[in-house]
């Protein structure tokens, strides 16, 4: 599974919704979306976006968790 630590970051940071995005011009339904990791998927822009805007690294803004064999796949 792999899941978006929106939540983290921005408790890390100790920011509001409502400075990101001002920040990073990102919408609020796909900050809402991301931050409470209801999400489908996520443009390379807005990952982007958060990134410069946290300085980080993708790796801590997406997190992949093994959760068994699915579809053969390991």
Do not use: W
Not at 17 to 38: D, N
Not at 51 to 61: M, T
């Amino acid at each position: 599974m792999i899941s978006i630590k929106l939540s983290d970051a921005m408790g890390k940071k100790k920011v509001k919704m409502s400075h990101v995005i001002k920040a990073t011009g990102i919408s609020r339904p796909t900050l809402t979306e991301l931050y409470y990791e209801r999400s489908k998927g996520i443009n390379f822009e807005t990952l982007e976006r958060l990134c410069r805007y946290f300085k980080v690294d993708v790796g801590e803004l997406i997190k992949f968790e093994k959760d068994g064999v699915q579809d053969g796949i390991q």
